[in-house]
């Protein structure tokens, strides 16, 4: 999935989290003892993934999972397939 050309700020990444009403957060892959994150700060870490993209990612999975049960029959991209699973296992290493 190709990403548009958008600032990718902290408080748009699914990584994000414990935002407090400041907009104060911390990312998982930043060691939060040397930064805290405002969620307008651009991400530094380089592990930015968007929402949009974390739907697009289980969306595929969904798919495959579909066309494993014998309910979807339609081809499968596996570089999609492989993004997916590198996503949800680094997603799942942090969760």
């Known amino acids: 999935m190709k990403n548009p050309v958008k600032e990718r700020v902290c408080g748009g990444c699914c990584y ?8 104060f957060g ?7 003892s040397v930064c805290e ?6 991400c530094s870490c380089g592990m930015f993934v968007s929402e949009e993209e974390k739907r697009h ?17 339609k081809d ?3 570089k999609a397939i492989g993004e997916a699973i590198d996503f949800v ?3 799942a290493k942090l969760y």
């Open 16 to 23: 994000f989290m414990s935002e407090d009403t400041d907009g």
């Open 26 to 32: 911390f990312c998982p892959h930043v060691d939060i």
């Open 37 to 42: 994150k405002h969620c307008s700060d651009s």
């Open 57 to 73: 990612h289980l969306a595929v999975l969904r798919k495959c999972q579909r066309c494993l049960n014998g309910v979807d029959n």
């Open 76 to 78: 499968l991209d596996v």
């Open 89 to 91: 296992v680094e997603y």
